[in-house]
């Protein structure tokens, strides 16, 4: 009988850490003017992101906007979907997604523990988090194995901050979990990465509606509706902070991208179907609901 061989994981995670990092750091080390800089490193993440996760996602620099011509702020990080999304706008280089196309926003900073605009980074990244969540949208009906099926529920859209390191006591982590804690309703952070630190997950308490839908039981973000299914914000409205878990530094980009990856396999999965019409109401035409 041949003697049965093993693999240690721990060393293959170890070379995807190595290979994470050293694909980071590849684009930033040596520009030293601050814009530069700033631009570099979140080209950087972008980079970073494209090349490790599945290729149904995309992922890009944007603003966010909604079928009434509403928009986020500019956007560090949008991974979206192109596949039940057709259309892109893009001037001059620059995308601007739709609202119904968005899986997750980041926003990145070279340390988590600095200042944007007079306000904590968290506190700065939980406000372009919500400007994209308070944005309407509008899902359709689709195909699944040749049977039409109605619009499914508005999946969350998870939110997060990407930093290269964390400045000040660096065992200490009761000022980061503070600024979590106050960052609430569609403000509130679900994931981040701190690259020479560790990455982090925050759990929430948070009621979840059962409805019957597609004939079975499903979670969903709120109840549906006729008008928009926008009583999803109520998933946001609802959740209360319970606990941040960090990792270790050693593992800080495997665990992040794993936990981000189980956040969009399992707990969103594939995005709702655009409503196209909604769209085209901006520029009084219809395309054929009955098809």
Known sequence: MAESKKIELKSLFASMQHQMSAQLSANRDNIT??????????????????????????????????????????????????????????????HYIPAEGVYAVFEVKPDISDFSDGKHNIAYAGEKIES??????????FINGGIKNSARPLTKILGGILTSTKSGEKSNNNTLIKHFKEQTNLKSIDIGCIADYGSFYIDYS?????????GREQDVTGEITEAGMQPYLEYYENRQYLDSRFSSSENSFVTFFMQLTRHLQQSIGTVPAINLNKYLESINEQIDEDI
């Open 132 to 141: 994209v969540r308070v944005l309407k949208r509008e899902a359709a009906s």
């Open 33 to 94: 003017h601050s814009g530069s800089k700033g631009d570099a490193l979140e080209n950087a993440w972008i980079e970073w992101l494209r090349k490790y996760l599945p290729s149904r996602y995309s992922v890009d620099k944007a603003i966010v906007i909604d079928f009434e011509g509403n928009i986020s702020h500019q956007i560090d990080i949008v991974i979206y979907d192109n596949w039940f999304t057709p259309f892109i706008f893009t001037q001059n280089g620059f």
């Open 206 to 214: 948070s009621p979840k509606r059962i409805i019957k839908k597609f």
